[in-house]
Nanobody
Framework: QVQLMDSGGGSVQAGGSLILSCAAS????????MGWFRQAPGKDRERVAT???????RHAEAVKGRFRISRDGAENTVYLQMDNLQLEDSAMYYC????????????????????WGQGIQVTVSS
């Protein structure tokens, strides 16, 4: 049974930094994509960043140069380093992973992500 446990987050002033973590367990295959999504009140859940089995990364335009996704050597934990946070970054953040059929690649669409963390709140204030 795949489980994703995300942690971190909290409140910070604009310009500040936070780091999110997501611990994965239960995968029956080696090498898998992990991603971070976020959802602000009244908005759709959007992809923030992904990292594939080869450690290739993609970041949304809105966060490029400010956020960085990474994973540890054992690849069980994925991180999202968030710097220079802005008011518009306030949202619930979720880590996610697709099913094994994606073979370590990261799908583009949210609907292809089958596993989700419980979500953590990030609040940026002025």
């Amino acid at each position: 049974q795949v489980q994703l446990m995300d942690s971190g987050g909290g409140s910070v002033q604009a310009g500040g930094s936070l780091i999110l973590s997501c611990a994965a367990s239960g995968f029956t295959h080696s090498g898998y994509c992990m991603g971070w999504f976020r959802q602000a009140p009244g908005k759709d859940r959007e992809r923030v960043a992904t990292i594939d089995a080869n450690r290739g990364t993609r970041h949304a335009e809105a966060v490029k140069g400010r956020f960085r996704i990474s994973r540890d050597g054992a690849e069980n934990t994925v991180y999202l380093q968030m710097d220079n946070l802005q008011l518009e970054d306030s949202a619930m953040y979720y880590c996610a992973a697709p099913t094994a059929e994606w073979a370590g690649r990261c799908p583009q669409f949210r609907s292809n992500y089958a596993y989700w963390g419980q979500g953590i709140q990030v609040t940026v204030s002025s």
